[in-house]
């Protein structure tokens, strides 16, 4: 398949992991969001897929919030260990919205 893409994902989800250990209050949704939204653009511009901000923003809205949800809601519930948890779990749902980007261009290409 297309090793730079999958690359990327990689780099972007151990990105994440490592931002989600920062303790600030908050700064999953501020931090996870954007890097999410990078992920989404980098991996379809390294599959040399072109796609809308908007389209990438649509994306991101719908599986990173719940997963930047998720991720906040593991750290919080589990007190003093939740951020061990919580990082392993970031990483995985980021490197999963860079398949589930590399998914989608494939099958925009098939349907065209």
Do not use: H
Not at 56 to 82: E, Q, W
Not at 86 to 108: I, K, N, R, V
């Amino acid at each position: 398949m297309n090793i730079k893409a999958r690359l990327l994902a990689l780099v972007g989800a151990g990105v994440a992991a490592v931002l989600v250990l920062v303790p600030l209050p908050i700064a999953d949704l501020f931090v996870m969001l954007p890097m999410q939204f990078f992920i989404v653009m980098a991996v379809r511009m390294a599959s040399g897929q072109s796609m809308n901000p908007l389209g990438a923003g649509k994306l991101v809205i719908g599986y990173a919030l719940l997963g930047t949800f998720l991720s906040f809601v593991l750290c919080n519930m589990i007190f003093l260990i939740g951020k061990l948890f919580a990082a392993p779990f970031a990483f995985f749902w980021c490197y999963g919205l860079g398949e589930l980007t590399l998914m989608q261009g494939a099958l925009s290409k098939k349907k065209a």
